[in-house]
């Protein structure tokens, strides 16, 4: 049963953006607490944050993440270039007369404060985003929303996730609602989970993204299950890939135009109705037998 | 040749770029496609695309440890922001193993170039491949990010790069872009320097709040901005309020469009819509494309 073991992790995940990662994190969540559970949900959708419109919480705090930006002490600097030519993003450029930097590019790795050979760099710091907690009895959210133009959406997720990980021992179980895509900021959403659930759709586009997010995932060795969001009655273009790779589907969702009526005003799958409860209480019975 | 190049992007996933994308190429006459979602790539998959050239593409450096000239100083792991180098195991016979997490290492070089007893090489790593492909709609430049990868802004300028070097060769007037879901580094790599910023939401709490995410970013970068809200009829009321929201912050309200099943059995069919027989949404699509402002040229005449 979820909870036996605390701290259990749990990532939803999908590939393609839009099948349902959010809204089913959040149902998840709901049906655990309904037994009494307590559960713990990130949000690492950073770029694009969402979890909160379905949740009736209130804010307690909002925390600043910063990296390191270099500050260069033109009193200090020699003008001998060593940073401008270490830094591997190119945000800081060597001029005849100063060294330039562009804020935008920096990743925070502090190798230019590090390598100054006449220390001119001092540590400054640039905010990337901010972690927004929500706590009520048996239930947090934690979320990390990226400030506008800001690129470091994996340095984020990391922060986040130490965050989490501060408290996750209080909690029955922790859902990490991930990023869509398989790049870089879905691995950083992922690393350190116990399992994987993957939301999909019977669509090349989901089937494709899928496979992709597979592929990504492998190296992880998580235990992958899938669940099928606006199934059709046939998902075979999902379950020929399942099947060759091994994955259980665990869930048939069905296209209903009242979850996307639901979804428009702040509800979870969980809230369209008794037979969207239902379904949960029996995805919730699933996980604590697959789960103990 | 003045070219123009819209980019469609939407912040929230599945808002419809793509099946918006691949209607309004439909309906063009003349027009070349890049498709900077490189990490989850589906243009290609209703656009019935036979690719004609496909090269590598470069990843980003990561640090590589000797273990046989590495003394587990430690001091590489002390000095990696991004903890990605930690002592994994103790043997017997080597001592201490240092390990680099891959997914974690962001390149920087820093320990390569601090390790004393220099045991440390950045390599450099496969990134995936992009593609030129032809559509019965015209030239498609596409990618595919090797799954877990990162670097997709430099994937993202450099699709579009080539797009526009094969449309200014073509003398053609049009560059359509089907842009990534999110708002961080591809997304940006995808605005810089577009003309026409086309973007695409629907009335539900998430694609609003993504779209002002979206539209914030726009506003940095100075890039026109075109609104279309999709499956308006899920709710007419937040609709009506989004429009609103558009107009306050001059962006073009282009259309909306109704939540139509024709758009699932598109993609399931492997089509752009407007090869469908007419539907409610095809139709909206096709008076929502005559507002954007398209180099005459690229109009097909109908």
Redesign the interface.
């Known amino acids: 049963m979820i909870g036996s073991k605390r701290g259990l992790k749990i990532a939803v995940a999908s590939g393609k953006g839009g099948t349902g990662k959010t809204s089913v994190a959040v149902s998840l969540a709901l049906a655990v607490r309904k037994t009494g559970r307590s559960v713990q949900l990130i949000d690492a959708d950073v770029e694009c944050p969402n979890a909160h419109h379905f949740l009736n919480l209130d804010r307690r705090e909002s925390i600043s993440v910063e990296v390191m930006l270099p500050r260069i002490d033109p009193s200090r600097c020699n003008l001998c270039g060593e940073c401008a030519k270490f830094c591997s993003y190119q945000a800081l450029a060597m001029l005849s007369d100063r060294v330039m930097l562009f804020p935008d590019m920096c990743h925070g790795c502090e190798g230019c404060w590090v390598i100054c050979p006449c220390s001119a760099i001092e540590k400054g710091a640039q905010e990337i985003g901010r972690i927004l907690c929500w706590t009520t009895d048996g239930f947090e959210l934690l979320q990390g929303r990226l400030n506008v133009g800001q690129v470091l959406t994996p340095t984020l997720i990391r922060r986040l996730h130490s965050m989490a990980d501060e408290t996750r021992n209080r909690f029955d179980l922790t859902i990490v609602d991930c990023p869509p895509g398989t790049a870089c900021p879905m691995m950083a959403a992922v690393r350190g989970a116990d399992g994987l659930l993957l939301v999909t759709e019977p669509t090349t586009f989901g089937r494709h993204d899928l496979e992709l997010a597979l592929a990504a995932v492998r190296r992880f060795k998580l235990p992958a299950e899938v669940i099928i969001n606006r199934s059709i009655g046939d998902d075979g273009i999902i379950d020929d890939l399942c099947r060759s790779r091994a994955i259980p589907i665990i869930e048939r969702f069905p296209e209903d135009r009242k979850i996307a009526v639901a979804y428009s005003e702040g509800h979870p799958m969980i809230e369209a109705g008794s037979d969207w409860a239902e379904r949960y209480s029996s995805l919730r019975k699933h996980l604590d037998r697959a789960w103990s | 040749m003045e070219l123009t190049e819209w980019v469609v992007i939407s ?5 419809g770029k ?1 099946s918006i994308t691949a209607a309004i190429a439909a309906r063009c006459g003349s027009l070349v496609m890049t498709d900077t ?4 790539a ?1 243009l290609e ?2 656009l019935s695309a036979r690719q004609i050239f496909e090269t590598r593409f470069e990843g980003r ?1 990561k640090a590589v440890i000797n273990p046989s000239l590495c003394q587990a100083c430690g001091k590489c792991a002390d ?1 990696c ?3 990605a180098i930690f002592p994994a195991a103790v043997r017997a016979d080597r001592g201490v193993i240092m390990r680099v997490d891959t ?2 290492c ?5 320990c390569a ?2 390790c004393p007893a220099e045991a440390i090489i950045m390599k450099k790593t496969n990134g995936g491949t992009w593609r030129h492909s032809e559509t019965p709609f015209g030239h498609l430049f596409h990618a ?2 090797e ?4 670097n ?2 430099k994937l993202v300028s450099l699709l579009r790069q080539e797009a526009r070097k094969f449309a200014e060769e073509q003398g053609i007037p049009l560059l359509l872009t089907d842009g ?9 790599a995808t605005l810089t320097g577009a003309s026409q910023v086309l973007l695409v939401t ?5 694609g609003r ?2 779209a002002e ?1 979206v539209a ?2 726009c506003r ?1 970068f100075r890039r026109p901005v075109s609104l279309v809200v999709n ?1 308006f009829d ?2 007419l009321k ?1 609709a009506a309020e989004i429009e609103a929201w558009a107009r306050s912050c001059d962006i073009t309200v282009v259309g909306r469009l109704p ?1 139509d099943p024709v758009v ?1 059995a598109a ?2 069919l ?1 089509v752009p819509v407007p090869t469908l027989p007419p539907s409610p949404w095809g139709e909206a699509l096709s008076e929502m494309a005559s507002r954007l402002a398209f180099p005459r040229s690229s109009i097909r005449k109908t």
């Open positions: 912040g929230k996933g599945g808002t793509t979602d490189v990490d989850g589906n998959l209703v450096r000095e922001r991004f903890e997914d974690a962001e390149g920087c070089g820093l170039r601090i595919r990010l799954p877990g990868g990162e997709s802004g990534p879901p999110g708002s961080g580094c591809p997304v940006i629907e009335p539900t709490p998430s709040s993504d995410r914030e970013l940095h499956k899920l709710h937040m939540y699932s993609v399931r492997g």
